[in-house]
């Protein structure tokens, strides 16, 4: 959690205790602010310079990442297959928005391969990466 609020105060730019919980209760608690911004590419490359974490590294570092079945810890298929079986430490912006609607993230293998989403998930990496 200490990683996390690093990280929002030096979004929000605020180092006094006290006006950062502040801002957390507002921004994290009650919807106030725009989320968006904070997730959008370039909040995001920015965090990832000044507060790289494991993932970043694990990404830069190209790191495989497996399809290892349907278990909770471990990546969709349609996640490897997107990323070419290389770790990415990304979300929202990061995947074209026509693979965000139909969710292919929450799809198990089985499913995903009998509704062709596969081939989707193909189609759109290589159209847009």
Known sequence: MMRGLLVFADIVREDEHDELVELMELYMIYGYGDIEQ???????????????????????????????????????????????????????????????TWGHVFWDRKRLININGTKEVLRERDNHN
């Open 38 to 100: 904070t997730l959008c590419s370039d909040s995001q490359f920015s965090r990832r310079q000044r507060h790289p974490l494991e993932g970043d590294r694990m990404e830069r570092r190209r790191e495989r990442l497996a399809f290892s079945g349907d278990v909770e810890d471990g990546p969709p298929l349609s996640w490897v297959i997107y990323w070419r079986g290389r770790y990415r430490n990304r979300y929202a912006g990061s995947i074209v928005a026509r693979l965000q």
